[in-house]
């Protein structure tokens, strides 16, 4: 039912227009003056409004100036109503966004078909604007050359293959293809049958998609498109895809009347392994370089040395980490804390520990890195989190006390239920949480765009009872004159730093200084001679953190032995 206003102060024509318009089945909204005709007008929105010009506090001029101002009414169909006839009156009108004028008295005829006229107008406007609007999106969203999405949608589509990867170890195979030599092609045959053979290119990929559940076909620049496979458990299963898309793609073309054989190169990168969009484009971009660098007509996957090691080993290194994880081959470690005061073991640092059938023992730190790079990190450090929870809560049931860190990464902090996380854990392995100690990296707060936020966050974390350090602190960390103003219990200065002293000694002696300032428990990690500790001892640093990690069994051990720890 079409909603109509009307603003008039004399009641008696207010209520015969009201009369007029309730008979012919219009809904109708009434104000006696022009204040609260804007007033609902901008809580009711309606689909026309009559006004009459001569009105006490507001005149209809300056309520139609003030709602041509606001972008939910600029645009309702505006009649004035007046008995000022003059030709003035009504260019004044019609100069503020009026779109008709009825001059009093007039016959109720006349009023129906201004808004009838009126309505029928804006109806017409409406319907251009959204065919505009729709043609706006399709060049938008579309390539006008093959009707392919073009590269605005990747996200959305990368996203709906991730929604479908059942497990973490699963990956979103991304493609991009490309013609060989086809600048070569446009050369010679010019380039409007050149887009004939992009056309065609396009055709041949959507139709080659119909043999898959979910393909997204995606035009790039030039002659590059790219291509999302639903996802895989072993980057393998895409070789034979592949190789019948090669083959695709190098049926000969038809053009003016001749036939023209291209071939193709691809381009492949892999989602999680690669962290977003941008990174897949790039890491794609790279390998369709290097098949067209070996001649063309083949595909590479994307390989990034994480340890200075070939292409093949690196992967190789990757696909064992993989199955490490699948199959429980983890453990977890321990870097014992000591109290440099007591010269007491008086806490633990978790980490995980991979030893490799034939590579020995894999470092923390890289172990972080392969993770990463997999697209693990989160659900490893939930694990982490959870076992040690565990091996400590039993430690406490034989009496012996010992504080839990535990190092979050970004993409974990991150996260909206991050409390929810740490709390069922906490409940699940009956520990105390003041015995947990969450550490939180110097670089997530450089990164945080929400300083409040991530304040905010720790403090839901404190409520709980958790203590909060900042780890992978040095003098050159862009957060330090914001440690005063977070909720933390201590600062770890970066094992770099440690591993210089005597060099560094000035540098760890300030960052030891601001921590006592501000009431903070220092923290030294990544020690590993007598050297540094005599030194740390000097400084006052409260604690530090042994760079050796010990199985659960060899810190029950050394608790049962002696609740002293030997620092030499």
């Known amino acids: ?53 001569m009105m006490p506090e507001l005149d209809g001029h300056d309520v139609i100036s003030e709602l041509r ?158 291509l999302i496979f639903p996802p895989i458990s072993d980057e393998n299963e895409i070789s034979n895809i592949t190789d019948n898309l090669l083959k695709v793609i190098a049926k000969p073309f038809w053009v003016a009347g001749k036939s023209l054989v291209l071939t193709s190169s691809i381009g492949i990168a892999f989602y999680p392994l690669a962290k977003n969009l941008e990174e897949l484009r790039k890491q794609a971009s790279t ?58 073991l008086v806490g633990v640092a978790a980490t995980v520990g991979w030893k490799h059938p034939w590579r020995g023992e894999i470092s923390p730190g890289k172990i972080i890195e392969l993770a990463t790079e997999a697209g693990l990190i989160v659900s490893l450090t939930e694990w982490l989190l959870e076992k040690a929870c565990q091996e400590v809560a039993k430690w406490r049931e034989s009496k012996f006390f010992l504080q839990l860190a535990v190092s979050l990464p970004e993409q974990l902090f991150a996260a909206n239920n991050l409390q929810e996380i740490v709390t069922n854990i906490l409940v699940k392995t009956n520990l105390i ?28 974390l404190r409520r709980l009872g958790i203590n909060i350090t900042i780890a992978q602190l040095n003098m050159a960390s862009g957060c330090l004159q914001d440690l005063g103003d977070l909720p933390i219990n201590g600062v770890k200065i970066d094992a770099n730093s440690i591993g210089s002293l005597p060099q560094n000694a000035p540098l760890v002696k300030a960052m030891v200084e601001v921590a006592r300032n501000l009431k903070m428990r220092a923290i030294a990690e990544g020690v590993e001679n007598q050297e540094q500790i005599i030194m740390l001892k000097k400084q006052k640093c409260h604690e530090i953190q042994k760079k050796s990690a010990l199985t659960a069994a060899e810190v029950k051990k050394l608790l049962e032995k002696n609740k002293l720890f030997k620092l030499n």
């Open 1 to 53: 039912m079409t909603k109509v206003l009307v603003i008039e102060d004399e009641q008696s024509i207010r209520e015969n227009l009201l009369d007029l318009l309730e008979s012919e089945n219009f809904e109708t909204l009434a104000a006696a003056n022009g204040k609260i005709g804007i007033q609902l007008a901008l809580e009711q929105l309606p689909d026309v409004i009559l006004c009459d010009v």
């Open 69 to 226: 101002k606001t972008p939910a009414t600029a645009n309702i169909p505006f009649i004035f109503l007046t008995a000022k006839g003059e030709r003035t009156d009504l260019r004044e009108g019609m100069n503020l966004g009026a779109d008709d004028y009825l001059v009093k008295p007039f016959t109720p005829d006349e009023l129906l078909t201004a808004l009838s006229a009126r309505l029928k107008r804006f109806l017409q406007q409406n319907e251009q604007l959204k065919q505009v609007e729709q043609q706006l999106e399709t060049l938008e969203n579309f390539d006008r050359l093959t009707g392919l999405p073009n590269s605005s949608a990747l996200g959305e589509y990368l996203s709906q293959a991730d929604a479908r990867r059942n497990n973490s170890q699963s990956l979103v195979p991304f493609l991009i293809l490309g013609l060989d030599r086809f600048s070569r092609v446009n050369e010679v045959i010019g380039y409007e049958e050149g887009d004939l053979i992009l056309q065609e290119v396009g055709d041949r990929l959507v139709d080659f998609g119909k043999n898959y559940d979910f393909l997204a076909i995606v035009r790039l620049e030039g002659d590059e498109f790219a």
């Open 287 to 344: 390998a369709i370089s290097q098949a067209k660098e070996s001649g063309g007509n083949n595909c590479q996957i994307y390989r990034r040395p994480l340890f200075g090691l070939d292409a093949d080993k690196e992967l190789k290194l990757l696909t064992q980490f993989h199955d490490a994880w699948q199959n429980k081959k983890l453990e977890v470690r321990y870097q014992p804390r000591i109290d440099l005061k007591k010269n007491r």
């Open 433 to 460: 949480p003041g015995i947990l100690e969450l550490e939180i990296t110097a670089k997530t707060i450089e990164n945080t765009k929400n300083l409040n936020a991530l304040a905010l966050k720790l403090m839901e």
